[in-house]
């Protein structure tokens, strides 16, 4: 890791240079506490012929220190005020690559990673765009083998939310993978201080135990549908997009209570369901 990239003036002095001012709408807040690095690094068990996929590098903090530990790092950066900088970077390390362009549409595409064999993803995400990267990696055929990713304290807790208190977000990561939250950050650690602190999350994918992404689409439109609104009783919520008296006999046969709401249901529960109404 290169020490200067945790010095805000440093910092302050590299976003002037290259025309940035950082952004707390936008989550633009930059690490300046090596310690989340650490235990993202040892989180993710990264060994050498490791392949790392990254999101949004800014000046490097956590992609110079992953290049050190794998065999490969690609990383996406949509800023492209910041390509000068990286030019130079580049040169110095002969396993990092760099991708210009939205990640979301780079994934969705599955261009730039269809070819990776195995591959972990490690990053710290922009936190207006968390829950789309999510479901975009989560949801590819060729999956990560294991995300560890540095997010808001509250959507880490959603996402590892137990049931009785589970949301579309919660149902949606649990569906394809397990969850824990392994370390809290707080908002300190940040140059510019942001309005909230943060949480490192490990994700370890999962067969889904559905099959087919169409099977997948009717799973998630049966979820939403379900969560449409969280203080209504499921059967009412169900009842826009199945038989209700279908419903009532489902929850029935499932020894469901026809009272309960769509968060008090676990992943299992929501599995059976969909393929009851299927």
């Given at each position: 890791?290169?020490?200067?990239?945790?010095?805000?003036?440093?910092?302050?002095?590299?976003?002037?240079?290259?025309?940035?001012?950082?952004?707390?709408?936008?989550?633009?807040?930059?690490?300046?506490?090596?310690?989340?690095?650490?235990?993202?690094?040892?989180?993710?068990?990264?060994?050498?012929?490791?392949?790392?996929?990254?999101?949004?590098?800014?000046?490097?903090?956590?992609?110079?220190?992953?290049?050190?530990?794998?065999?490969?790092?690609?990383?996406?950066?949509?800023?492209?005020?910041?390509?000068?900088?990286?030019?130079?970077?580049?040169?110095?390390?002969?396993?990092?690559?760099?991708?210009?362009?939205?990640?979301?549409?780079?994934?969705?595409?599955?261009?730039?990673?269809?070819?990776?064999?195995?591959?972990?993803?490690?990053?710290?995400?922009?936190?207006?765009?968390?829950s789309q990267i999510l479901r975009a990696f989560l949801e590819m055929e060729n999956k990560p083998e294991v995300m560890v990713l540095m997010v808001q304290k509250e959507v880490a807790e959603r996402i590892c939310a137990p049931v009785g208190d589970m949301s579309v977000l919660s149902v949606s990561v649990q569906y394809y993978g397990e969850p824990e939250i392994v370390a809290y950050v707080p908002r300190s650690s940040f140059w510019p201080v942001p309005a909230v602190d943060s949480a490192i999350i490990k994700i370890r994918s999962k067969e889904s135990g559905v099959g087919s992404s169409e099977k997948d689409k009717e799973f998630f439109k049966i979820v939403k549908a379900g969560f449409s609104s969280r203080r209504k009783m499921l059967i009412k919520n169900l009842s826009a997009v199945v038989d209700k008296d279908k419903i009532r006999n489902i929850f029935k046969e499932l020894n469901i209570d026809k009272k309960v709401r769509a968060q008090e249901l676990s992943v299992e529960q929501w599995k059976t369901i969909v393929r009851s109404i299927e």
């Open positions: 890791m290169n020490p200067k990239l945790f010095d805000h003036q440093y910092l302050k002095h590299l976003c002037q240079k290259y025309g940035l001012t950082p952004s707390k709408k936008y989550g633009q807040n930059f690490l300046i506490n090596p310690e989340p690095i650490e235990k993202m690094i040892e989180t993710a068990e990264i060994k050498p012929d490791d392949v790392i996929v990254e999101v949004g590098p800014g000046f490097g903090v956590l992609t110079l220190a992953l290049v050190e530990k794998a065999t490969k790092v690609l990383s996406f950066e949509i800023e492209k005020k910041i390509e000068p900088y990286w030019s130079e970077e580049l040169k110095k390390h002969n396993n990092l690559e760099i991708v210009w362009g939205n990640v979301l549409h780079e994934v969705e595409s599955q261009k730039s990673i269809e070819f990776l064999k195995s591959y972990k993803v490690v990053a710290n995400l922009p936190y207006q765009i968390t």
